[in-house]
């Protein structure tokens, strides 16, 4: 075992966590690339006004956010809905710098670690989606099979937590939110999350939560990811409840697609032995076929090889078809007007690695909600009879639940 300090990260109380794997912070090989940028401080925040000589009265700004590992941009048409600006975003991948900039207008920079930390705008918020491969069920089955580090030890993508949290440290935005797979809870037994849960409390200060959510409630799609959200002062904030049904797959389906899009027998027959042989061995590879009533599984960034994970049935006598780039979009909660300027493959890979768009949207509003609010602002919480007594005309049971107040956004 050895002891890891997570360097520069807290300066008065250096905290040492515990790990089975060794850690290092990335060296840069180069000298950061300087962007020309103007630092302003924040004033959308609602902080204690008396702390301010602020009064109730005061108008703010627009709340600001950046937009790391920014991909072709989810986390930036949930936050504009809240009603927050964008001023920084990147990707390191060029491709998806070329959908963003089709669809906002700009060209997100690209590798952060060549991005000095100071030349990055004054902010609110930090949104990112930092790089879900190294934590990922399938990513780290892969590079164990090519005898490859995963987790903090891929050398290429595990460590960029830590470009966040030197971010964080440096400009103490109020608020941040993080997107990731679902095992990044339970990676290496738990530790890969300890490291990061104490790195934003401990190290950081800021007091956070975090939630596994499955997107089938708002999307026809299966696709759990855990969502870290945190704020610099302590701050009333819950997680938004969800729909318990969702759509089917009919609603983002097109009624024709061109024949493309259909396997060909040759990969077909290939997909029903491959499942035939792993069923025989107890293995649960397959394909995924499904009809307009179902839900699908997780779109993947792999999706352009064979589309094996979602499969639309066409019936008995022809062969099924992948998805088309428009329908993932759609699967992915993209609004219409959405534009793809790459090939298929780019464009399949940008969607399966994207967010779903409707899951950020309700997430950014509580934030944004938050943020609005004064720092010790609290809601008002009532007794609720539980439903069966209420609508029974039934005396009254002892099961009860404290329920936020639904109250009406406050004018600033």
């Not at 009265?57 to 950046?66: C, V, Y």
């Not at 759609?330 to 940008?350: C, E, H, N, W």
């Not at 779903?356 to 008002?380: G, M, Q, T």
Request: proline content about 6%; glycine content about 6%.
């Amino acid at each position: 075992m050895c002891l890891v300090q997570v360097d520069g990260l807290c300066p008065a109380r250096d905290l040492q966590l515990s790990t089975t794997m060794p850690w290092s912070m990335p060296k840069q090989k180069s000298a950061p690339k300087r962007i020309v940028t103007k630092r302003t401080r924040s004033t959308a925040v609602r902080e204690i006004s008396s702390a301010y000589g602020l009064t109730t009265h005061t108008k703010p700004d627009n709340l600001r956010f950046i937009d790391l590992f920014c991909g072709i941009g989810g986390f930036r048409i949930a936050f504009e809905r809240a009603g927050a600006h964008c001023v920084f975003s990147c990707d390191w991948d060029k491709f998806s710098r070329q959908t963003y900039a089709a669809n906002f207008g700009e060209t997100p920079q690209a590798d952060i670690n060549q991005i000095a930390t100071a030349d990055i705008p004054g902010f609110d918020i930090l949104c990112a989606g930092f790089p879900c491969q190294p934590f990922s069920i399938a990513g780290v089955s892969k590079k164990l099979s090519l005898g490859r580090k995963h987790g903090f030890e891929d050398e290429k993508q595990g460590n960029l937590f830590f470009n966040i949290a030197q971010i964080l440290k440096y400009h103490r935005p109020a608020a941040f939110v993080l997107e990731n797979v679902k095992n990044l809870r339970t990676h290496d037994k738990g530790r890969t999350f300890e490291i990061i849960h104490n790195t934003l409390t401990r190290s950081l200060g800021y007091h956070t939560y975090y939630k596994i959510i499955d997107a089938r409630s708002v999307v026809p799609q299966h696709r759990e990811r855990i969502f870290i959200v945190g704020f610099r002062e302590p701050r009333d904030f819950e997680f938004p409840v969800f729909p318990k049904q969702g759509p089917v797959l009919a609603s983002i389906l097109d009624p024709q697609v061109p024949d493309k899009y259909t396997l060909t027998d040759h990969l077909w027959k290939y997909l029903q032995n491959y499942a035939k042989k792993h069923q025989a061995a107890g293995n649960g590879f397959g394909f995924g076929l499904v009809t307009a009533t179902d839900v699908a599984r997780t779109l993947s960034a792999r999706y352009h090889k064979d589309g094996s994970e979602i499969l639309i049935s066409q019936g008995v006598r022809t062969n099924p078809r992948r998805l088309s780039p428009r329908e993932c979009a759609r699967l992915m909660g993209y609004p219409r007007s959405f534009i793809i300027p790459v090939s298929d493959t780019q464009a399949y890979r940008q969607f399966g690695n994207s967010v779903v768009v409707p899951v950020i949207s309700r997430i950014a509003a509580r934030i944004v909600e938050s943020l609005h609010h004064p720092a010790d602002y609290r809601p008002a919480l009532v007794l609720q009879l539980n439903e069966r007594s209420a609508t029974s005309g039934a005396a009254p049971q002892a099961v009860t639940k404290l329920v936020r107040r639904q109250t009406k956004k406050k004018t600033v």
